[in-house]
C-alpha cells in the first residue's frame, strides 16, 4: 500500500507491465478483470478473482494443486498465461458442486481421503475427469489418472479406494457410504512398491 | 509471478508471427503448449519481454499420408494418444507419449514440437524426432525451409533458428514397428535416460536414438549380431550431467537402455 501527495491511500498502483483486459466465464459467472501479461492464469483466479479454493503447490506443473476445468479440459493453472485464457470458460473448485457434495466428494470424505487437505480440489478434477470418461475404472487406471497430481499426508491408498467407492455410487448400485472400509481392511497390493 | 515485464502476442498469420520473432529477436519466445516455458520464466531462468502464442495460427493438425506422417506445432501428447493412424503407422510417438510425465492435464497441453524447440537434454522428444528423422518445416522472413532433426538440435538447449524463424511442423516417414525404453526415477520423473530402436533403411539393420544421455540425441546404427552394449558405450563421449543423474551413470545406463529397447521392438516383431 502506497500514500500520494495528498494523503490518499493507494490500495493497487496502477502497474507499470504491459496489461489488458481480460474476460473470462468462471463458474458460470462472466467476468471482467486487468491483468498484466505476466499473470499466470492461477494468480488472476487466486489474487484478481478472490476464488482461493485453487492453491499453488510447485509452480512448476509437477503437484497439480492448481488444477482447472477449462474449456471441458482439466488444466494445471500455473502453466497456462492469463492472457491466453481469454474467453475460458473455467470451472474453478468453488463451483465444482453447486448442489453440496457430490459422489465424489462425499466418497473422498467417507474414505479419510486426504487430511491437510490441500491437493485436494486438483485431486477432485482429475478423478472426476477420470469418471466421467471411464464410469468404472481398475485401481490401476484410478493411480495412473492420479499421476499428475501430488498428496504428502495419505499415501494415495485411499484415494484410490475413495475413487472406486465413488464409481459404485455414481453408478446408482449404492447409495449409503461404506466409511472406514479401506482403514479397516488389509491394503491392496501396490503397483509401484 | 514472471519477473519481467511481459508482452503477450497472439499472431494470426505465419508472416505476423515471424514479423513480431524477428522485430524481438533475442527477447522473445514462442508458446506451444507453455508446461516447460512458464516454469523456466516463473524461476526467472529466462529473462525475456515477448512471448509469442502459437494458438492463433492452427497448427494442431496430424496428417497421414502415403509415405509421410506431417505433426502440427500445437499437437499435444494426447491429440497423439487420440490417433488411430499414428498407432499404425508411426507406433513409437504414441509409445512415447503415454510415457510423458504430469498427468493427463500435461498430456492435453504439452506439445511435442515446444518441447522439441526448447531441446532440454533430458526430455523425451529431441531424441524421438531424431530416431524418426523427422525434417523440422521452418517459416522464417524467407518463407518456409525444412532443416533435418539432426542438423536441427545443435546443442543443449539451442536449435538451428534464425531470428524470425519458428517450427510449424515436423514432418518423417511412415515406420510400422518401433521399441522404446526409458529409464526414470519414478512415474512423475523426467528420463535419465531414452532409447528408441528403429529399422535404419539406409542399411538395412536398425538404428537406435539415445535421448537424455548427452547434450544433444545420439544415434548407433547396428545389426542384430552386434554387441549393442559395447557399440553404445563407445559411442557416449561427452554424457549429460544434472540433478537426476551424474554423467558416469548415464554412460553407465545407456548400453542396457538400448539394449532394452530393442528387446521391445524385438517383441513388437515376433
Known sequence: MTIDADGTYIDQPESLAPGRTLTLTVNGKRHRTQIEDRQLLVEVIRNNLGLTGTHVGCYNGDCGACTLRIDGRITKSCLVLAASAEGADIVTIEGYSTDGLDALQQALWDNDAFQCGFCVPGHLFALSDLLDRNPDPTEEEVREALIGNLCRCTGYMNLVAATCDAAVRRSGSRVEPAPMQTMLSAPPPHPYL | ?270
Open chain 2, 1 to 270: 509471478m514472471i519477473r519481467t515485464a511481459l508482452h503477450y502476442h497472439r499472431p494470426q498469420s505465419l508472416s505476423a508471427t515471424s514479423s513480431l520473432l524477428a522485430e524481438h529477436a533475442g527477447d522473445v519466445a514462442v508458446i506451444g503448449g507453455g508446461t516447460q516455458l512458464l516454469p523456466k520464466m516463473n524461476r526467472d531462468e529466462m529473462h525475456i519481454s515477448h512471448v509469442v502464442d502459437l494458438v492463433g495460427l492452427g497448427l494442431n493438425e496430424i496428417n497421414v499420408g502415403n509415405d509421410s506422417i506431417e505433426l502440427g506445432a500445437r499437437v499435444t501428447y494426447d491429440d497423439v494418444l487420440q490417433c488411430a493412424s499414428l498407432r499404425e503407422f508411426a507406433p513409437l510417438l504414441p509409445r512415447v507419449a503415454r510415457g510423458v510425465t504430469g498427468g493427463r492435464q500435461i498430456l492435453q497441453q504439452g506439445t511435442l514440437i515446444g518441447s522439441a524447440c526448447l531441446n532440454a537434454p533430458g526430455t523425451e522428444m529431441p531424441g524421438v524426432f531424431t530416431a524418426l528423422r523427422a525434417r523440422m518445416r521452418v517459416y522464417g522472413p524467407s518463407g518456409m525451409r525444412e532443416v533435418s532433426a539432426d542438423e536441427f538440435f545443435i546443442d543443449a538447449f539451442a536449435v538451428a533458428l534464425g531470428p524470425g524463424e519458428f517450427v510449424t511442423s515436423a514432418v518423417f516417414n511412415r515406420s510400422d514397428r518401433a521399441g522404446y525404453c526409458k529409464i526414470k526415477h519414478s512415474a512423475g520423473s523426467w528420463p535419465i535416460v531414452t532409447a528408441s530402436v528403429l529399422r535404419d533403411v539406409s542399411t538395412g539393420g536398425y538404428a537406435v536414438t539415445l535421448g537424455a544421455v548427452q547434450a544433444v540425441p545420439l544415434r548407433v546404427q547396428f545389426d542384430e549380431s552386434d554387441p549393442l552394449e559395447i557399440m553404445v558405450a563407445k559411442a557416449v563421449t561427452a554424457p549429460w550431467s544434472d540433478e537426476l543423474a551424474p554423467a558416469s551413470y548415464r554412460a553407465a545406463i545407456a548400453g542396457v537402455t538400448a539394449r532394452r529397447a530393442f528387446n521391445e521392438y524385438q517383441g513388437a516383431t515376433s
